[in-house]
């Protein structure tokens, strides 16, 4: 039986070791030195006869057989922790990751609304910021997702679109003299961007067959929600998702000068790993969500497909 438990914490020390690619950020995981890692690591490799690693660098790189059992415990230790979580006090409590923008924009009023449902079942939220939206079920501690992604997950992983991209410049309500604007009065606008790449503008123009349009000025962003705050303070023209930017254009504190909102292929999905021991609840809260989606303004909008 000691062997057993002794190859088992080898067996996951090598797990998140091939995860982070490093025997350090592995034992500061493990709470263990780099040497018992390493130690660990050379005794699986002697007990099946063939190197796990390939030792070239400061940068640890799986061989063939070591991808192999790093994919395959990935998912073992996954059910392993699925399974103790069916005894802990809050298996009936979801641990949700989601965008901070769409937290502000429209999550944290939803969520509201279901925790006074019956049965609902407690949804601990943490909105963090992410560049590009990802989730690794495997190190992470949630039990789902919402991310703005293109839809193509993993096989492991269960999805479901919320609702679209779509994106459209929107301004404060007198920013611009002309209510009916000619594209070309962009030239002489402040770009708001709400990505450093600036790739929602680049979009936009794209479909619009208006790349002539220099966007490399104007004031950079690392969020939609700091874009959006800054048209309306007057700033100058941002481009944002209209469904997050849907309450502020009811209200008037947002305009939208050009009608044509481009779709981008990306959309807000709903995504956990398959199998998943709190599958019901999730079910649940999905579908709660989807009633909580605002319709899209369809008055003078043209809506256009990338």
Request: proline share 5%; net charge negative; hydrophobic share 40%.
């Amino acid at each position: 039986m000691s062997e057993r438990i002794q190859a088992l914490h080898a067996l996951r020390a090598f797990e998140v070791a091939s995860r982070h690619g490093s025997f350090t950020r592995a034992a500061e995981e493990l709470a263990l030195t780099q040497g018992a890692v390493s130690h660990h690591v050379k005794t699986l490799e002697g007990m099946f006869g063939c190197d796990l690693f390939e030792r070239r660098g400061p940068r640890l790189r799986l061989t063939e057989h070591g991808r192999l059992l790093a994919q395959e415990l990935k998912v073992g230790f996954k059910i392993i922790e699925n399974a103790c979580a069916l005894l802990r006090q809050d298996r009936y409590s979801l641990r949700l990751k989601a965008p901070s923008t769409l937290t502000v924009r429209w999550l944290l009023k939803a969520l509201d609304g279901y925790k006074k449902l019956e049965d609902s079942g407690p949804v601990q939220l943490s909105s963090v910021w992410m560049d590009i939206d990802t989730i690794d079920f495997y190190s992470e501690p949630y039990d789902c997702a919402i991310l703005l992604a293109s839809g193509r997950f993993p096989a492991d992983v269960e999805s479901f679109r919320l609702f679209d991209e779509w994106l459209i410049p929107v301004c404060h309500p007198d920013y611009l003299a002309d209510p009916e604007p000619e594209l070309s009065v962009l030239r002489t606008c402040d770009f708001l961007h709400p990505s450093p790449d600036r790739r929602d503008w680049r979009r936009w123009l794209t479909r619009l067959d208006a790349l002539d349009i220099s966007i490399d000025s104007g004031q950079v962003f690392d969020t939609l929600d700091q874009g959006i705050s800054a048209a309306q303070q007057g700033l100058g023209i941002s481009v944002v998702d209209l469904v997050l930017a849907s309450g502020d254009l009811a209200a008037g504190r947002l305009v939208t000068p050009f009608k044509d909102a481009v779709a981008t292929g990306d959309g807000y999905y709903m995504t956990w790993l398959k199998g998943s021991p709190k599958a019901r609840q999730m079910y649940k809260l999905r579908d709660y969500l989807l009633r909580q989606v605002p319709p899209l303004a369809s008055k003078d909008i043209n809506y256009l497909y990338g």
